[in-house]
């Protein structure tokens, strides 16, 4: 029997992303178009010149020019156009179901309304899961380099909107600003009954990760590859079957791994951590889900049941209801099957 090929069984599998900012699918060519709307101005010339930019040794350097991109989004119509891009470039990749993250901060600090960027971002959402199918939750993001009386203040404004949030999260300049700073927001989030994550163990130490756990009571790690460091948080995070939502193409390129060969994904799946694969800031990072999956695939040599595995790990750690989990895994199970 003809077997297709690796590339070809990525596309094909219906896929999740759980770890994704919006405003990190912002793609130059979509930029240029915004801002000349918006008569603003990018200190680039051209997308030729913005694009030769996105070389970044750490995670600082790539926040910086993110946010600067983020600067021409005024209006509601943006974010509704960022929003459906995205989508639509997902959906020809099969991804069925996304959980994304927004940074409402990055946003009202310039004088943008909270209402018109979440507003933007829903309509989009609505209109995905009517003409794509993509089923949706959204997360709002806190960045963790302003202070928790921000963050508070945020909160504060998604609460006539927790039909449409789900869930807080931790973003932005992680060393020195650990989830501890924000246990007193995150308590309150939790009382008003959002479901919360956070960014931790990219670049700050194990000891985030247990405090996003033991502190913020996350029900997901974002990132979480420093994990490895400490034996103990590892037995853990498989114990509690507690999701890493790992992001390939953003580590190599904010050069939290020297190369996809040195990948910590194998590892994490031989210590029975439920790792997930996803795409982080794809604009910016050279690709969005099938690109992660097929740069891990290649480099790491990982067989199609492997690739099965991480993608139904993905389902697991979702918010889908256990029907729409199970529905989804059975899927997956069949075209591993077949294919
Ligand atoms: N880490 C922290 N903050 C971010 C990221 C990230 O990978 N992407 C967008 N904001
Ligand atoms: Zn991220």
Redesign the pocket.
Same mark, same amino acid.
């Given at each position: 029997m003809d077997t297709i090929s690796v590339e070809q069984f990525i596309q094909g599998i219906p896929k999740v992303e759980l770890h994704l900012?919006i405003?990190?699918t912002f793609e130059p060519e979509l930029m240029f178009e915004i801002a000349k709307r918006n008569n603003k101005k990018i200190e680039y010339t051209s997308v030729e010149e913005l694009k030769k930019a996105y070389s970044f040794n750490n995670?600082q350097e790539f +926040?910086d020019i993110?946010y600067a991109g983020a600067n021409v989004l005024i209006k509601e119509q943006d974010f509704y156009d960022l929003t459906w891009a995205y989508l639509k470039k997902v959906h020809e990749q099969n991804v069925v179901h996304v959980e994304i993250f927004f940074?409402p901060q990055t946003h009202t600090d310039r004088g943008v309304n909270f209402d018109t960027v979440i507003k933007g971002i829903h309509r989009a959402l609505v209109d995905g899961k009517k003409q794509l199918g993509i089923s949706y939750k959204l997360i709002m993001s806190f960045l963790r380099h302003l202070d928790e009386a921000s963050a508070f203040e945020t909160l504060q404004h998604a609460l006539p909107y927790k039909d449409w949030i789900s869930a807080v999260g931790l973003?932005?300049s992680?060393l020195g600003n650990p989830p501890s700073k924000f246990k007193r927001v995150f308590t309150k989030a939790r009382e008003e009954g959002f479901l919360t994550v956070a960014?931790a163990g990219?670049e700050g130490p194990s000891e985030y990760i247990w405090e996003a756990l033991d502190l913020l009571k996350v029900t997901r790690i974002d990132?979480g590859n420093r994990c490895l460091d400490d034996p103990k948080l590892v037995t853990k995070l498989a114990d509690m079957q507690m999701p890493l939502t790992v992001?390939p193409l953003?580590n190599l390129e +904010?050069k939290v791994v020297p190369d996809l060969k040195d990948h910590p994904i194998p590892t994490m799946m031989d210590k029975n951590i439920l790792v997930t694969v996803n795409s982080?800031?794809p604009a910016y990072f050279g690709g969005y889900m099938n690109e992660n999956y097929l740069g891990i695939a290649n480099a790491l040599n990982l067989s199609k049941q492997q690739i099965t595995t991480l993608v139904k790990n993905s389902f697991k750690a979702s918010w889908l209801s256990d029907q729409e989990k199970e529905k989804r895994i059975t899927q997956v199970e069949t075209y591993f099957q077949n294919n």
């Open positions: 900012h405003e990190g995670l +926040l993110y940074d973003d932005s992680e960014h990219e990132h992001c953003s +904010l982080d800031d």
